[in-house]
């Protein structure tokens, strides 16, 4: 008969204490990095749609305003469309829903989402409403995305401005303001 010695018997207790102050740290480090990562992953949703609704606009001013017929009118040309409130009004933690094709003006440059958004979107125009005939080297726009990813009433913001250039195109900064992107 052989005699088993202690090592065949399994861990320690020291053995088994130290892999779990291992996970433990390990744990520490990766779920603030993990949350950082997720609000990361929520705050480029409004980049993308700021650049959509850079997109939209910019063929909104070089089309401008079409007839129900096709027919361009007489005015038609350099257009932008006027401010706008911040839809949804209150944005939340949570994903809301907002039919953006209900508002003149985003239905005019062709921004809409589908599915459900963190951020509320709003465009501050030079102009309180629609109007074409827009001059060179003129400030038009500021869309603006508001969020607040995790509840706390405090709201990320990014800003992007938008202006007209010597050829009377529309143009925007090299970068997104950005406040608070992570909250």
């Known amino acids: 008969?052989?005699?088993?010695?202690?090592?065949?018997?399994?861990?320690?207790?020291?053995e088994l204490i130290v892999v779990f102050a291992c996970?433990?740290?390990?744990?520490?480090?990766?779920?603030?990095?993990f949350g950082q990562y997720v609000k990361k992953s929520k705050s480029s949703e409004a980049v993308t749609h700021l650049n959509s609704l850079f997109k939209g606009a910019s063929s909104y001013y070089q089309k401008g305003q079409v007839g129900s017929q096709?027919?361009?009118?007489?005015?038609?040309?350099?257009?932008?469309?006027?401010?706008?409130?911040l839809l949804p009004t209150t944005p939340s933690a949570q994903k809301q829903h907002v039919d953006f094709q209900?508002?003149?003006?985003?239905?005019?440059?062709?921004?809409?989402?589908?599915?459900?958004?963190?951020?509320?979107?709003?465009?501050?125009?030079?102009s309180a409403t629609?109007?074409?005939?827009?001059?060179?080297?003129?400030?038009l726009y500021t869309f603006m995305a508001m969020g607040d990813l995790d509840g706390d009433n405090i709201f990320s913001?990014?800003?992007?401005?938008?202006a007209s250039n010597d050829n009377n195109e529309l143009y925007h900064q090299r970068s997104i303001y950005i406040l608070n992107e992570s909250e």
């Open 157 to 162: 913001r990014f800003e992007l401005a938008t």
């Open 102 to 126: 209900n508002v003149a003006e985003y239905r005019a440059i062709g921004f809409n989402l589908t599915g459900q958004a963190y951020y509320g979107f709003r465009i501050v125009s030079a």
């Open 23 to 33: 996970i433990q740290v390990l744990v520490a480090l990766a779920v603030p990095a």
């Open 70 to 85: 096709g027919l361009t009118s007489a005015d038609a040309g350099h257009c932008i469309v006027g401010t706008t409130s």
């Open 130 to 139: 629609s109007v074409c005939k827009q001059s060179a080297n003129t400030t």
């Open 1 to 14: 008969m052989r005699k088993r010695t202690y090592r065949e018997q399994g861990f320690t207790l020291i």
